[in-house]
């Protein structure tokens, strides 16, 4: 069914977990709000993750406000499909104005607010939450030759199992957790090369999501220590399993991608069949273009969440830099309190 448009407090964009974090406060605030969403269904982002995907933290740690995750059957950490029904559930038990699909084109200034600007129409609002993830923009480095490979070659978006790569020659490129777990289970079936830039490094096995989230808060207050202090990878059951099969070794990043494989400065190269790029994503800001709010570095100046250069914007879940651990499930629930907090109290003042 299609909703009309009309004007608004404010307009959510993007219904996964930090769209439904500002929801979450916008209704105990009493605001008149909306969530657009791009997706056909409930569970942002983790609809497209690979199966076994895993969180880095046991459910009661990777909730929500308002409701806790409920624990996978066997305990353990929830993966994709848990998430996706956590979401579907959370914003069913709230009954969140959410209106899908629906994608966001532009947001504009308005004589009165900002103009969110969709296929359906425009929504006049009075403040905007930006909230559309990393996601949809995966980010892949240029290396020489990169175009005249052969064989395959895929981003962490786009992989979707192991299977596809059984008795293959498989380049992993990257050092951080997607990299680690991608591995581990490729691995099982193919024969991999794992080549990052800088020597990975495990967390202690007792080191989960919790412990990180307080490290990630610490250094947003204090500059305390940070988790590249301590190490990058997270330790969860598969990557456990594939160090014990000796399989976390990785060679030193290449210098070029040769038509049948990888080759570094010294000379050695390794041919491959496929090469899967775990190197990352950029955050989904190109409905905010008209606005002209990027910096030198492709990111929008922001004080908090809000956006320095247009006071009634905030952005929400897109990492770090728009508060701590702000991309994952219980920093997004707490950034989004104070998002809401001010946006309300800023409404509540020019009304």
Not at 248 to 255: D, I, T, V
Request: contains cysteine.
């Amino acid at each position: 069914m299609t909703v009309r448009p009309r004007s608004v407090d404010v307009v959510v964009v993007g219904g996964g977990q930090a769209g439904l974090a500002a929801g979450y406060h916008l209704r105990r605030a009493g605001a008149d709000f909306v969530i657009l969403d791009a997706q056909e269904a409930p569970g942002g982002a983790w609809r497209h993750a690979w199966p076994s995907l895993r969180l880095f933290s046991p459910a009661q740690y990777s909730s929500l406000p308002g409701r806790m995750m409920p624990s996978p059957p066997g305990g353990g950490y929830p993966d994709a499909a848990n998430t996706v029904a956590y979401l579907a559930d959370y914003e069913r038990r709230y009954q969140l104005p959410i209106v899908r699909p629906t994608t966001v084109r532009a947001v504009r200034r308005g004589e009165r607010g900002l103009l969110v600007e969709t296929g359906d129409g425009v929504w006049p609002a009075r403040a905007v939450i930006s909230a559309t993830g990393t996601w949809w923009r995966p980010y892949v480095p240029h290396y020489p030759g990169i175009r005249g490979f052969l064989g395959e070659q895929l981003h962490t978006a786009g992989y979707r199992g192991p299977a596809p790569f059984r008795d293959r020659r498989v380049v992993i490129v990257g050092g951080a957790n997607s990299a680690a777990q991608i591995l581990a289970e490729v691995s099982t079936v193919a024969q991999t090369t794992w080549v990052t830039l800088r020597p990975p490094r495990l967390l202690p096995d007792e080191v989960d999501g919790r412990a990180l989230f307080a490290l990630a808060t610490r250094r947003a207050r204090d500059d305390g220590p940070g988790i590249g202090d301590l190490g990058d990878i997270v330790a969860v059951p598969p990557v456990r399993e594939a160090r014990e099969r000796g399989v976390l070794k990785a060679e030193p990043m290449f210098s070029r991608i040769t038509p049948e494989g990888v080759a570094w400065p010294d000379g050695t190269s390794q041919a491959c069949d496929a090469i899967i790029w775990c190197t990352g994503f950029r955050p989904a800001l190109n409905h905010l273009a008209p606005l002209r709010l990027r910096g030198p570095d492709g990111l929008i100046p922001v004080e908090g969440t809000r956006a320095l250069g247009e006071p009634r914007l905030h952005l929400l879940g897109y990492g770090d830099w728009t508060g701590p651990a702000a991309a994952t499930l219980i920093g997004a629930g707490r950034t989004a309190r104070d998002t809401v907090a001010e946006v309300t109290r800023r409404l509540t003042g020019t009304r």
